[in-house]
């Protein structure tokens, strides 16, 4: 069992960006296929982007597709998620998740079974 951690979150202002990380407490996250899922106050949980586990795939929700980039560094055992061009509707919770059972990046929820606690980020206006 992997327990992702993210880190990275903040204050921001509309048009600025961060980059997320997320790393593995227990386990190294260079053996899973990673997502980045959010979850803004009052809505559900939606995905953001994925990559696969070896990282020459990748997938974006269409909200985020030429603004974010999802890459990764196995060797580090670590994923990432750099935000530019930041807009307020980007406001929520970010969750790094990793999917044992398949090495595709995917953007189903039910494909990953091992969550992060989440790291805020908020975009100002």
């Known amino acids: 069992q992997v327990q992702p951690v993210e880190s990275g979150g903040g204050l921001v202002q509309a048009g600025g960006s961060l980059r997320l990380s997320c790393a593995a407490s227990?386990?190294?996250?260079?053996?899973?296929?990673m997502g980045w899922f959010r979850q803004a106050p009052g809505t559900e949980r939606e995905f953001a982007a994925a990559?696969?586990?070896?990282?020459?795939?990748?997938l974006y929700a269409d909200s985020v597709k030429g603004r974010f980039t999802i890459s990764r560094d196995n060797a580090k055992g670590t994923v990432y998620l750099q935000m530019n061009s930041l807009i307020p509707e980007d406001t929520a919770v970010y969750y790094c998740?990793?999917?044992?059972?398949?090495?595709?990046?995917?953007?189903?929820?039910?494909?990953?079974?091992?969550w992060g606690q989440g790291t805020q980020v908020t975009v100002s206006s």
């Open positions: 227990r386990r190294t996250l260079s053996v899973y296929a």
């Open positions: 998740a990793a999917a044992p059972r398949t090495t595709q990046a995917t953007s189903l929820a039910r494909h990953y079974d091992y």
């Open positions: 990559i696969s586990r070896s990282g020459t795939s990748t």
